[in-house]
T-cell receptor, first 114, second 115 residues
Framework: DGGITQSPKYLFRKEGQNVTLSCEQNLNHDAMYWYRQDPGQGLRLIYYSQIVNDFQKGDIAEGYSVSREKKESFPLTVTSAQKNPTAFYLC?????????????FGEGSWLTVV | AQSVTQLDSQVPVFEEAPVELRCNYSSSVSVYLFWYVQYPNQGLQLLLKYLSGSTLVKGINGFEAEFNKSQTSFHLRKPSVHISDTAEYFCAVSESGGSNYKLTFGKGTLLTVNP
């Protein structure tokens, strides 16, 4: 079945450490996204990528970095510069970055800073 | 820039009762509208979307929504809910023209269906 796989599901990080969240899709989608979800806050866009080797900042990119070396992969690194990283992170994809396209989501990754 | 307001953060209902989850949007241009559902500890799944045409949109799991341009609303309805409909529901909007693809989400409405 086609879909989006995020790993790990749960991750604990010590303050001052970088951590990378994995996202792989086999939907053959060109566009990929990372969202952050906090309770009662909805979803906020961190980064998005329209094609391989290209990505753009979203609304809350500070303290995060991404890469898009392969069409199917879009890993997110949460750096030590992110002041409040504890959250639920959602990876998503769509055929293209276009207003009417449906965005498909992975199952999410919980990051907790301890 | 567009924005979305979900008027209720929580909606408790009894099983087999009807439900309406309210969503209002703001935009200076034409919009596309979406409803997504999120079950506990999972990602979001598209329920339905309005792009053009009929203002009454039918989605999965018996849900429907009506686009009302004059009231800038896109309320989600179901005539009879089940326990399994307990989830968080997100309304989202994007501008239909230009280069601004951005999908803006509301803060969500937690629907709790009680037996």
């Amino acid at each position: 079945d086609g879909g989006i796989t995020q790993s790990p599901k749960y991750l604990f990080r010590k303050e001052g450490q970088n951590v990378t969240l994995s996202c792989e899709q086999n939907l053959n989608h060109d566009a990929m996204y990372w969202y952050r979800q906090d309770p009662g806050q909805g979803l906020r866009l961190i980064y998005y990528s329209q094609i391989v080797n290209d990505f753009q900042k979203g609304d809350i990119a500070e303290g995060y970095s991404v890469s898009r070396e392969k069409k199917e992969s879009f890993p997110l690194t949460v750096t030590s510069a992110q002041k409040n990283p504890t959250a639920f992170y959602l990876c998503a994809s769509s055929r293209a970055v276009s207003p009417g396209n449906t965005i498909y989501f992975g199952e999410g990754s919980w990051l907790t800073v301890v | 820039a567009q924005s979305v307001t979900q008027l209720d953060s929580q909606v408790p209902v009894f099983e087999e009762a009807p439900v309406e989850l309210r969503c209002n949007y703001s935009s200076s241009v034409s919009v596309y509208l979406f409803w997504y559902v999120q079950y506990p500890n999972q990602g979001l799944q598209l329920l339905l979307k309005y792009l053009s045409g009929s203002t009454l949109v039918k989605g999965i799991n018996g849900f429907e929504a009506e686009f009302n341009k004059s009231q800038t609303s896109f309320h989600l309805r179901k005539p009879s809910v089940h326990i399994s409909d307990t989830a968080e529901y997100f309304c989202a909007v994007s501008e239909s023209g230009g280069s601004n693809y951005k999908l803006t989400f509301g803060k969500g409405t937690l629907l709790t269906v009680n037996p």
